[in-house]
């Protein structure tokens, strides 16, 4: 994966910029926050759910 440049906002290849000649270093990557993951995994259940309601109505819908 190319480095990102922040003075020249493009991405690099090395350690060096060509365009600017700053050094680039890899940037550290922070974990997801736990109220993300909370919504994500309610937001999962919850279509879930809203599906398994959906499926019993048409499966008890007459035609």
């Not at 890899?26 to 959906?54: A, C, D, K, N, T």
């Amino acid at each position: 994966m190319a480095q990102w440049c922040e003075t020249c906002d493009r991405p690099v290849e090395g350690d060096v910029c060509e365009v600017c000649g700053n050094e680039v270093h890899e940037e550290v990557r922070e974990p997801m926050p736990w109220m993300w993951r909370f919504f994500i995994v309610s937001s999962v259940i919850y279509l879930g759910w809203r599906l398994y309601q959906l499926i019993s109505w048409l499966s008890h819908r007459r035609f």
